[in-house]
């Protein structure tokens, strides 16, 4: 294919290839999304791998997350400060994991990475309060919140320890056929 | 293995915090915490073997930061100095390169993809199953009305048009049968508008005597130049492979399905975990829609959570109240059931009247339309009085949604089979074809010259009349009703609120449509033709009302089982249309004066004469296949194939249900391991904090250093003797 696009070097986009699942093309047109952002802190020439990090204000602006209530959470796993601040790199990763070709096994991962409010590697009851509410915009009652979580604990707990882990997490994804529909972000 | 042997020796006492019996513990733990993150994934080190052709998929599929993946693929590109394996690798990545290319270009030429796409992001799995429902019927429509083009009407027209001599070989007894041999449908050359229009909207006049119905094909036998086309039977035998057509593709498509049902254990089980993890569509856009969707969430946790308060309740109540409950629920059902037959009586009497009475104009119009009316009005009232009814009956909020669909399947269904019902009864004057008004020709003649056409028509009413409430629903209530919701903001209306797309019955509407289809097609071959424009007619129709009047539905459809469910009703759709293909080919006597089976006694016999015409090989080889030397043990063997592949289907099923059992069993040895070195740990720094404690007193133990860790001691056997001394 010509390559007429001067913003990465053929190295880098064979990288990004390799990386994420996207073709040369939706690489490109991520980018110019990331820039779209911020066009004066993005520079075209990305050869040289300029550091750009854009803070999560900007990153939670765009329209696919703007009204997404995990979004912040979705910002902070795929960011490498963890704090939300992405590179481009973080862009088209998080972009990635979020497209239809990314396989479940690694959806899973990152979801319950989102799901993990206190970073524990375990999903506790507080993390799934919080996950709840944000559901359903903390419209469900106390009662009814607490009902759920034992529920949910109950239900996907496997070794009984009163919280969630990576592989309970898992194994319940794996009974879940609309899982790849619903993590997916289409940009 | 060897934690579960460990697990079985000191299992009786698990919170007996003997340091000594602990002896025979911990062999192989490296820490308490695990390494959750890479337990499932066993890549945690990029693979030094791998294929080149793994390796893209590898660094893809690593949970890692992107600057590490990067990382990790500049060491592997460093790794290949080999000139010559450098051109295999470069040929099999531009290889995966072009595939992708290829795979995503062709993602454009599937029908709609993006457009469904779309409706999924914006309104969920529910209504994109419709959608994805309504292209698999379009494309179902579209190859059969090409297999009966390509059989049936192309010739048909070529050998019209080229005027061939049509062998009609009278051989059959006329005994008295000559009056029913005249059929002349053709209409006069003059015609108004007015009836033009009348003729194309009810089938007769011009209409009646075109390609479209079965009365305009002839029995012609073609033969010129060696080659020779038996057109009637090219008409059964292209009737009978495009139900089979059909019938295949549905199976396939449930095949599908059906595998994604089993595997997730039918998917009711780990319903609230399921909700909350997967419950959120991150494909959502648009404030309104969240909101919609957050509200949805909520609407079905609590929904779910009454359930299972209705079930405690249920459950608690006392003999006299269940008793009572059951029989006001029997009562509910017979009413329904009332109600069901009062519309298929309904049904039965509109047809008889309408196909008796013979006037013309607009009246007449009507009158041939009462059927469909009827149908259509009992579809819409029915369902809506038994939804009326459920509130009374008291099930879980699941069980009324199945029931409501199970109803409405039934009656739709039903009702078209007494329409058909009816419609034998007259043609055939109640199934004795000897008496009265059956007399001469085995069949009414008087009313119905060509009763193959009659009953075509009747299904392209029905088709028609299908087609034109939907779109009249459409621009005469859902949009007046956005319009109004929209901009008059008094209670009323805003209690009214959006229209909402609701799924079953949509889908129930598809598998009547392609039920009439299925049904009028040995009558009227271009029927399925006809109805491919109406489903992509209906494909633009629904997405148009969809964006701009409905909002989502509060109450979903769980999509996968709903798939399934789907194509259960269209393959009972299905066979309903096959009992009517079945019977009219064998039992009832064809027309004397129209179609391509005038001189059989029946519309089979078509196929024994052309066997008869075959070489005396084949015609051996046939006999032999449908001989019972042949049938029998086919029949045995593919009973013996189906117990095979269910008695396969169950060996997996119990291997996963015992597989995750083993895993609950191996996250509690965890568990229990860890456990125990908490406490051994406990236990070790209280001895060390007490060295007054007399030893003398307990065995002694000569690890007295605290640094000394049993867990990384890797030399320590669990079956060693804990009092050497």
Same mark, same amino acid.
């Given at each position: #294919?010509?390559?007429?696009? &001067?913003?990465? &070097?053929?190295?880098?986009?064979?990288?990004?290839?390799?990386?994420?699942?996207?073709?040369?093309?939706?690489?490109?047109?991520?980018?110019?999304?990331?820039?779209?952002?911020?066009?004066?802190?993005?520079?075209?020439?990305?050869?040289?791998?300029?550091?750009?990090?854009?803070?999560?204000?900007?990153?939670?602006? #765009?329209?696919?997350?703007?009204?997404?209530?995990?979004?912040?959470?979705?910002?902070?796993?795929?960011?490498?400060?963890?704090?939300?601040? #992405?590179?481009?790199?973080?862009?088209?990763?998080?972009?990635?994991?979020?497209?239809? #070709?990314?396989?479940?096994?690694?959806?899973?991962?990152?979801?319950?990475?989102?799901?993990?409010?206190?970073?524990?590697?375990?999903?506790?009851?507080?993390?799934?309060?919080?996950?709840?509410?944000?559901? &359903?915009?903390?419209?469900? &009652?106390?009662?009814?919140?607490?009902?759920?979580?034992?529920?949910?604990?109950?239900?996907?707990?496997?070794?009984?320890?009163?919280?969630?882990?990576?592989?309970?997490?898992?194994?319940?994804?794996?009974?879940?056929?609309?899982?790849?529909?619903?993590?997916?972000?289409?940009? | 293995?060897?934690?579960?042997?460990?697990?079985?020796?000191?299992?009786?006492?698990?919170?007996?915090?003997?340091?000594?019996?602990?002896?025979?513990?911990?062999?192989?733990?490296?820490?308490?915490?695990?390494?959750?993150?890479?337990?499932?994934?066993? =890549?945690?080190?990029?693979?030094?073997?791998?294929?080149?052709?793994?390796?893209?998929?590898?660094?893809?599929?690593?949970?890692?930061?992107?600057?590490?993946?990067?990382?990790?693929?500049?060491?592997?590109?460093?790794?290949?100095?080999?000139?010559?394996?450098?051109?295999?690798?470069?040929?099999?990545?531009?290889?995966?390169?072009?595939?992708?290319?290829?795979?995503?270009?062709?993602?454009?030429?599937?029908?709609?993809?993006?457009?469904?796409?779309?409706?999924?992001?914006?309104?969920?799995?529910?209504?994109?199953?419709?959608?994805?429902?309504?292209?698999?019927?379009?494309?179902?429509?579209?190859?059969?009305?090409?297999?009966?083009?390509?059989?049936?009407?192309?010739?048909?027209?070529?050998?019209?048009?080229?005027?061939?001599?049509?062998?009609?070989?009278?051989?059959?007894?006329?005994?008295?049968?000559?009056?029913?041999?005249?059929?002349?449908?053709?209409?006069?050359?003059?015609?108004?508008?007015?009836?033009?229009?009348?003729?194309?909207?009810?089938?007769?006049?011009?209409?009646?005597?075109?390609?479209?119905?079965?009365?305009?094909?002839?029995?012609?036998?073609?033969?010129?130049?060696?080659?020779?086309?038996?057109?009637?039977?090219?008409?059964?035998?292209?009737?009978?492979?495009?139900?089979?057509?059909? %019938?295949?593709?549905?199976?396939?498509?449930?095949?599908?399905?059906?595998?994604?049902?089993?595997?997730?254990?039918?998917?009711?089980?780990?319903?609230?975990?399921?909700?909350?993890?997967?419950?959120?569509?991150?494909?959502?856009?648009?404030?309104?829609?969240?909101?919609?969707?957050?509200?949805?969430?909520?609407?079905?946790?609590?929904?779910?959570?009454?359930?299972?308060?209705?079930?405690?309740?249920?459950?608690?109540?006392?003999?006299?109240?269940?008793?009572?409950?059951?029989?006001?629920?029997?009562?509910?059902?017979?009413?329904?059931?009332?109600?069901?037959?009062?519309?298929?009586?309904?049904?039965?009497?509109?047809?008889?009247?309408?196909?008796?009475?013979?006037?013309?104009?607009?009246?007449?119009?009507?009158?041939?339309?009462?059927?469909?009316?009827?149908?259509?009005?009992?579809?819409?009232?029915?369902?809506?009085?038994?939804?009326?009814?459920?509130?009374?009956?008291?099930?879980?909020? +699941?069980?009324?949604?199945?029931?409501?669909?199970?109803?409405?399947?039934?009656?739709?269904?039903?009702?078209?089979?007494?329409?058909?019902?009816?419609? =034998?009864?007259?043609?055939?004057?109640?199934?004795?074809?000897?008496?009265?008004?059956?007399?001469?020709?085995?069949?009414?003649?008087?009313?119905?010259?060509?009763?193959?056409?009659?009953?075509?028509?009747?299904?392209?009413?029905?088709?028609?009349?299908?087609?034109?409430?939907?779109?009249?629903?459409?621009?005469?209530?859902?949009?007046?009703?956005?319009?109004?919701?929209?901009?008059? +903001?008094?209670?009323?209306?805003? =209690?009214?609120?959006?229209?909402?797309?609701?799924?079953?019955?949509?889908?129930?509407?598809?598998?009547?449509?392609?039920?009439?289809?299925?049904?009028?097609? %040995?009558?009227?071959? %271009?029927?399925?033709?006809?109805?491919?424009?109406?489903?992509?007619?209906?494909?633009?129709?629904?997405?148009?009302?969809?964006?701009?009047?409905?909002?989502?539905?509060?109450?979903?459809?769980?999509?996968?089982?709903?798939?399934?469910?789907?194509?259960?009703?269209?393959?009972?759709?299905?066979?309903?249309?096959?009992?009517?293909?079945?019977?009219?080919?064998?039992?009832?006597?064809?027309?004397?004066?129209?179609?391509?089976?005038?001189?059989?006694?029946?519309? =089979?016999?078509?196929?024994?004469?052309?066997?008869?015409?075959?070489?005396?090989?084949?015609?051996?080889?046939?006999?032999?296949?449908?001989?019972?030397?042949?049938?029998?043990?086919?029949?045995?063997?593919?009973?013996?194939?189906?117990?095979?592949?269910?008695?396969?289907?169950?060996?997996?099923?119990?291997?996963?249900?015992?597989?995750?059992?083993?895993?609950? %069993?191996?996250?509690?040895?965890?568990?229990?391991?860890?456990?125990?070195?908490?406490?051994?740990?406990?236990?070790?720094?209280?001895?060390?904090?007490? /060295?007054?404690?007399?030893?003398?007193?307990?065995?002694?133990?000569?690890?007295?250093? /605290?640094?000394?860790?049993?867990?990384?001691?890797?030399?320590?056997?669990?079956?060693?003797?804990?009092?050497?001394?």
């Amino acid at each position: #294919m010509g390559n007429k696009q &001067t913003i990465f &070097t053929s190295q880098q986009l064979d990288a990004y290839q390799d990386c994420t699942y996207f073709t040369r093309k939706e690489i490109l047109r991520r980018f110019h999304r990331y820039r779209d952002l911020a066009p004066q802190l993005v520079p075209l020439d990305y050869k040289n791998q300029p550091e750009v990090r854009l803070p999560y204000e900007l990153i939670g602006s #765009m329209p696919e997350l703007k009204d997404n209530p995990f979004r912040q959470r979705i910002a902070e796993v795929f960011s490498e400060d963890g704090e939300g601040n #992405m590179t481009l790199d973080d862009f088209l990763d998080m972009f990635s994991v979020l497209s239809e #070709m990314a396989p479940r096994d690694l959806k899973a991962f990152y979801a319950f990475k989102i799901y993990d409010f206190n970073n524990d590697d375990f999903i506790c009851k507080s993390d799934l309060e919080k996950t709840l509410n944000k559901l &359903t915009r903390n419209e469900l &009652t106390e009662d009814e919140v607490r009902m759920v979580c034992e529920k949910v604990i109950d239900e996907a707990d496997l070794d009984n320890d009163g919280r969630l882990s990576l592989e309970d997490f898992q194994n319940m994804i794996v009974r879940a056929p609309d899982f790849l529909s619903t993590f997916h972000i289409r940009i | 293995m060897e934690l579960r042997e460990f697990n079985n020796q000191v299992h009786p006492s698990p919170d007996y915090p003997s340091p000594y019996s602990s002896q025979h513990s911990l062999r192989l733990r490296t820490g308490p915490t695990q390494d959750t993150s890479a337990v499932q994934f066993d =890549w945690s080190s990029p693979p030094e073997d791998a294929e080149d052709s793994n390796e893209p998929q590898n660094l893809r599929e690593l949970p890692l930061h992107m600057s590490l993946k990067r990382a990790v693929w500049q060491v592997q590109k460093m790794k290949v100095p080999v000139v010559s394996s450098s051109w295999n690798i470069k040929r099999s990545k531009t290889f995966h390169r072009f595939c992708e290319v290829a795979k995503y270009i062709l993602s454009y030429f599937v029908l709609w993809n993006r457009g469904i796409q779309r409706i999924g992001g914006h309104f969920g799995g529910g209504v994109r199953s419709y959608f994805l429902f309504l292209r698999f019927l379009v494309i179902l429509n579209f190859l059969s009305s090409l297999l009966i083009a390509a059989f049936v009407l192309i010739p048909s027209i070529v050998f019209r048009s080229m005027k061939f001599n049509s062998t009609i070989a009278l051989t059959v007894n006329l005994n008295g049968t000559e009056s029913c041999l005249h059929y002349d449908p053709k209409p006069d050359a003059l015609m108004v508008f007015y009836t033009y229009f009348l003729d194309l909207v009810s089938g007769t006049g011009f209409m009646e005597y075109s390609y479209l119905f079965y009365g305009y094909y002839n029995n012609s036998k073609i033969e010129s130049n060696g080659f020779s086309y038996n057109i009637p039977l090219a008409y059964l035998l292209t009737a009978a492979f495009y139900f089979l057509f059909c %019938l295949i593709c549905m199976i396939i498509r449930m095949g599908g399905t059906a595998r994604l049902v089993v595997v997730t254990g039918g998917g009711a089980v780990g319903g609230y975990s399921m909700l909350v993890f997967t419950g959120w569509d991150h494909g959502l856009q648009g404030d309104r829609t969240t909101k919609l969707k957050q509200n949805n969430l909520r609407h079905r946790l609590q929904v779910d959570l009454e359930e299972e308060r209705l079930k405690k309740k249920a459950a608690s109540l006392t003999l006299g109240q269940t008793v009572s409950l059951y029989a006001l629920r029997v009562f509910l059902n017979l009413v329904v059931l009332i109600l069901i037959g009062a519309a298929f009586y309904g049904i039965a009497e509109a047809t008889q009247f309408s196909q008796s009475r013979k006037t013309t104009g607009f009246v007449g119009l009507l009158l041939q339309y009462l059927p469909s009316m009827v149908i259509t009005a009992s579809n819409f009232v029915v369902p809506l009085l038994c939804d009326k009814i459920a509130l009374l009956e008291k099930y879980s909020p +699941s069980t009324t949604v199945i029931l409501a669909l199970l109803r409405a399947v039934f009656l739709r269904l039903v009702s078209l089979g007494v329409l058909l019902y009816t419609l =034998w009864e007259q043609i055939t004057c109640k199934g004795e074809i000897n008496s009265g008004n059956c007399e001469p020709c085995s069949y009414y003649y008087d009313q119905y010259k060509c009763w193959e056409t009659r009953v075509g028509q009747e299904m392209y009413k029905l088709t028609l009349f299908d087609f034109l409430i939907t779109i009249t629903t459409l621009i005469l209530v859902e949009f007046p009703r956005r319009i109004v919701v929209d901009h008059c +903001s008094c209670k009323l209306t805003q =209690w009214v609120g959006r229209q909402e797309f609701l799924v079953a019955p949509n889908v129930l509407a598809l598998v009547y449509s392609q039920t009439v289809v299925w049904t009028g097609a %040995l009558f009227c071959p %271009l029927l399925p033709f006809i109805n491919t424009i109406k489903f992509i007619f209906f494909f633009y129709c629904k997405k148009i009302t969809l964006f701009q009047n409905c909002q989502p539905a509060t109450r979903n459809f769980r999509s996968t089982t709903s798939n399934f469910f789907f194509l259960l009703v269209l393959l009972f759709g299905w066979m309903l249309s096959s009992v009517v293909l079945l019977y009219s080919v064998s039992k009832i006597h064809p027309s004397y004066g129209c179609g391509p089976f005038r001189i059989y006694p029946a519309m =089979w016999e078509v196929v024994p004469e052309a066997v008869k015409m075959l070489s005396s090989s084949s015609k051996e080889f046939l006999f032999y296949i449908g001989s019972q030397k042949c049938s029998i043990p086919l029949f045995i063997f593919s009973c013996v194939l189906l117990c095979y592949v269910n008695v396969l289907t169950s060996v997996h099923g119990k291997s996963v249900a015992l597989l995750r059992s083993q895993c609950k %069993l191996e996250q509690r040895d965890k568990q229990f391991l860890v456990r125990q070195i908490e406490e051994l740990n406990a236990t070790m720094q209280n001895l060390h904090r007490e /060295p007054q404690q007399p030893l003398r007193e307990t065995e002694p133990f000569y690890h007295t250093s /605290p640094q000394w860790n049993q867990y990384n001691n890797y030399a320590f056997d669990p079956n060693e003797d804990p009092n050497p001394y």
